[in-house]
């Protein structure tokens, strides 16, 4: 799986490590938004590539979550999913809306293939292989993007809500749309626009 190949997602030793994450989610998922050091705590099982001062509003749902590293100060809004059947990377310094989904998995194309199919004992499964995602320090993806596995951000993007991912985006640009595409630069004339804010 971890190496991209076709794999059974329906293999035990998966279903218990996804059964894990997914016990796990529920439990941050329920708990109180005061109690930090719960919070934590299940964190510290469910995600333990995690840099320091990572911020994770919740509900949150990972697949297996021990795939998934995040990098310091990186905030992760409402409603995170992350399907890491392979590895998921983020950098530090990340902001995420609302939203956000980050999806590795994919399906063959043909149904022939895709389709689900009996084991001797009759039992069902299907194939599926899945793809890396990587985010570089200092991005901002806005509410609901969609990020398809395969693709890395480069760092310092800004990616426009509703973006749907699926072709790697350079660093420093702004890239929104379906699919996302890049419509420009982000330079130091960006900083224009807080002129008007200074104290």
């Avoid at 059974?8 to 005061?34: I, K, M, Q």
């Avoid at 590895?87 to 389709?115: A, E, K």
Wanted: aromatic share 8%; glycine share 10%.
């Amino acid at each position: 799986m971890l190496a991209g190949k076709l794999y059974d997602a329906s293999d035990p030793e998966l279903d218990g490590l996804r059964n894990r994450a997914g016990d796990l989610c529920t439990r941050f998922n329920n708990l109180p938004r005061g109690d930090q050091q719960e919070r934590e705590q299940v964190l510290d099982e469910l995600v333990p590539r995690r840099g320091p001062e990572v911020s994770i509003m919740g509900p949150i749902f990972f697949d297996y979550g021990i795939h998934t590293s995040i990098g310091a100060r990186t905030f992760i809004n409402f409603n995170f999913t992350a399907l890491d059947c392979v590895p998921i990377s983020i950098g530090d310094d990340v902001l995420m809306g609302p939203n956000v989904s980050l999806l590795p998995p994919m399906h063959p194309l043909r149904w022939q293939d895709r389709n689900s199919r009996h084991r001797p004992d009759g039992s069902l499964y299907d194939y599926e292989y899945a793809k890396p995602i990587s985010i570089g320090s200092n991005c901002w993806l806005g509410g609901n993007v969609t990020v398809i596995g395969g693709v890395t951000i480069g760092e310092g993007c800004v990616i426009g809500a509703g973006a749907v991912v699926t072709r790697d985006i350079p660093a420093h640009t702004v890239a929104v749309g379906n699919p996302a595409r890049v419509i420009r630069e982000i330079t130091d004339q960006d900083a224009a626009c807080f002129q008007k804010y200074a104290l």
